[in-house]
């Protein structure tokens, strides 16, 4: 979704603000544009449609100085993706330039009145209605940029993150967030904002993340001072970012995707890390241990969730209801903020977001707050909205996702839902000793597994070529592998187009079967597991009506794999980690299919990382 840069200092605005612009192109995006202050107090407005490459083409031999200034990729919401739509807008006056992430949902009504005071609107986006709000405030009043703009956003109705600048004042910058995210990073004598801190990181480590119903005014002279809407003034939390600039590079890979899921073995380790001892078998989690009276007297838990962290879900429901005996219901969390749901106090409502901005998941995370539950995060971003919002959490600790689809993040929730099943059935004492030492020493061996899962893809590059120009898929597994079936499925069709579900293996027969021909290409996973010879018989039924069958098992197999047209294997697992690794060649697979059809893979069209609108 829109990514936000800015800075203020000494140093030229322009190539930071481009260099910011490219580290937020994952977000997803359709137009680009800047705005600078030059030494003469000009505004330069520059903006393109299309990828920032674009923007650079059109800014070429333009005036691009000043020291101050704010950019822009936008993911279309209100009008379509066009130059005149892109953000930056400018005020009526020339003056007043305006970024935004977001969606002010009252518009309508404003821009009438503001059309009623004689203001003309050159876009149809949203977000050009709250530049000439400020605008009009700011001359009604005589005020500072900073005043307007907070007397601005007590009219508002929505989400927004924003960046102003006031060409009467180069010396400021002012900010302010409500729902959707914004990162202040502060230099000597520069200050620098963003969506997320993968702009900030090669300038500073020390970082400021906004709060709601926050504004910030960054001041050459004055420094920091952040004020809520009302004007009372806040001190400021600094953080140290920990972020380094490798984990935002491709480090020689061709995709962010192909180096995110080779780097699983590793973010699987740091996930573990200091939680699942190198000897002994304690489990460690310390938001289940600093809230073990939450966790016991939940007589239910509900998982909310969206895309792959659903899919994260709902293996987690399998393992903790098999593992600790309590109830466990998955949600949509935009089906389940709308849907007036049954929420008691004594739920624990966990929310899973790689992200931690995804707007219905945070909606989710408040409403269950509403009704008295304990909210549990499990993120990927640290210090992003929802961990912020919820009463505590685990990180995955994966390190940034790059690539628009999740796959250390999957494999990252998986493993933080595991561990947490466990320490809530030593907990709960539903788990004996030598099950739970079982699972936890295997678990350890994960990381080494996934090094092996990709060893034994190497064929998978040759095997996606015989795929590429499949117009269906259909994706089977049962019991843990049924959600693995459903992501390996969501995996294809975001990267490569390519039409694919992810079902039930059983479920075939009450219609999908009626797909199968010799054109359809059937992944099944399997593993040796309580239900291995009910998925044999499934794929018997496929394999009957003359499907093609690309087989997912476990090392050592015979039965599935012989019946299969294509094989791929993976290292023997326990049935409740087996989705950690299925997952890697699911990941491989879709990857090639969508190299091979010359798809833009890590930023596919339409998608955007961080969904911060509902
Ligand atoms: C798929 C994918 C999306 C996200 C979904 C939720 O590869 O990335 O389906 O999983 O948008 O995002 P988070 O986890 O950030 O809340």
Known sequence: MCGIVGYIGSREAYPILIKGLKRLEYRGYDSAGVALINGQGKLNVYKAKGKVSNLESTAEGCDTTGYIGIAHTRWATHGVPSQTNAHPHVSASGQIALIHNGIIENYATLKEKLIKLGYKFNSETDTEVLVQLIDYIQRRDSLDLAHAVRIALTHIEGAYAIAVVDTKHPETLIVARKSSPLVIGIGEGEFFIASDASPIAEYTDKVVYLSDNETASLDLRHGLTITNLDDVEHTPEIQTLKLSLSQLEKGGYPHFMLKEIYEQPKTIRDCMRGRVPESGTYIKLSGVEDNKERFLQAKRIIIVACGTSWHAALIGEHLIEDLCRIPVEVEYASEFRYRNPVINADDVVIAISQSGETADTLAAVELAHKSGAFVYGICNAVGSSIPRATDSGSYIHVGPEIGVASTKAFTGQVTVLTMLALALAKLHQTISDEKYDTIVNELREVPSKMENA??????????????????????????????????????????????????????????????????????????????????????????????????????????????????????????????????????????????????????PRNLAKSVTVE
């Open 454 to 603: 990709i060893k034994l893809c190497t064929g998978m590059e040759n095997m996606a070529k015989v795929f590429t120009y499949a117009r269906n898929f259909i994706y089977l597994g049962r019991g843990y592998n049924y959600p693995a079936a459903m992501e390996g499925a969501l995996k294809l069709k975001e990267i490569s187009y390519i039409h694919a579900e992810g079902y039930p293996a059983a479920e075939m027969k009450h219609g999908p079967i009626a797909l199968i021909d010799t054109e359809m290409p059937v992944v099944a996973i399997a593993n040796s597991d309580s239900i291995y010879d009910k998925t044999v018989s499934n794929v018997q039924e496929v394999k009957a009506r003359g499907g093609k069958v690309i087989a997912v098992v476990e090392d050592g197999d015979t039965k599935l794999s012989g019946m299969a047209d294509y094989v791929i294997r993976t290292p023997r697992t326990l049935e409740m980690l087996s989705p950690l690794m299925s997952a890697i060649p699911l990941q491989l697979l879709a990857y090639y299919i969508a190299v091979n059809k010359g798809r833009d893979v890590d930023q």
